[in-house]
């Protein structure tokens, strides 16, 4: 992966589905001179996406792509990331799944971020579960996304506490504030 990176940046690609809190905190992370990505693209596979507003306010390039067909999605992808030289691919809240075929194509080149410490708790309701579980402690991961849904090899991980009385809201609130310092730390772990 680190052969990739020369002097210029690494193009990515960000991929969405929702609020976009981790699209917003990549970009500003981007802007950064450390940082080793460029975001040239921005995907979501609907345009009720919240996060899309930060294509716009930061002019970058944005598709939705309806999944309802995945290989006729995926080939629009390809094409899009073909044309816009895109190299690396950050999932950030997407929630579609991605063919082995379309992964392939990205070896090693796409990462994802999960809202627990896989190998616990792969898919959703992440929170809901850790504390069904009585678990003292949850957190985040980022790890290369292969064929299997959450289990591609861990970049890196943070735990966070799961206090007496936590509802699932108020953990994802203390996650998420990891995710935003996780994602970049991992990127930077990949690519510099
Ligand atoms: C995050 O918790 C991420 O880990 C999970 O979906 C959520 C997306 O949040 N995959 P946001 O859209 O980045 O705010």
Do not use: W
């Not at 002097?7 to 970009?27: D, E, H, P, R, Y």
């Not at 991961?141 to 936590?166: A, C, P, W, Y």
């Amino acid at each position: 992966m680190k052969k990739l990176i020369g002097l210029k940046k690494v193009k990515t690609a960000v991929f969405i589905s929702g609020t976009g809190s981790n699209l917003k905190n990549l970009i500003k992370f981007s802007k950064t001179k450390k940082s080793p990505i460029s975001i040239n693209l921005i995907i979501s596979n609907t345009m009720k996406a919240k996060g899309l507003k930060y294509a716009i306010s930061n002019d970058i390039e944005k598709k939705i792509i309806n999944f309802k067909y995945r290989g006729a999605a995926e080939k629009k992808i390809f094409s899009l990331m073909r044309k816009n030289d895109i190299k690396f691919i950050c999932l950030a809240g997407f929630m579609k799944v991605l063919s082995g075929n379309f992964i392939n194509k990205f070896n090693g080149k796409i990462i994802n971020i999960h809202p627990s410490l896989l190998p616990k708790y792969k898919g959703l309701n992440t929170h809901e579960k850790a504390i069904k579980n009585k678990d003292n402690f949850s957190g985040c991961t980022v790890h290369f996304v292969d064929k299997k849904l959450d289990s591609g090899k861990i970049i890196m991980q943070k735990k966070v506490r799961i206090l007496k009385n936590e509802s699932p809201i108020s953990l994802a609130g203390k996650i998420l504030k990891q995710e935003h310092k996780l994602y970049p730390a991992a990127i930077m772990k990949v690519l510099s």
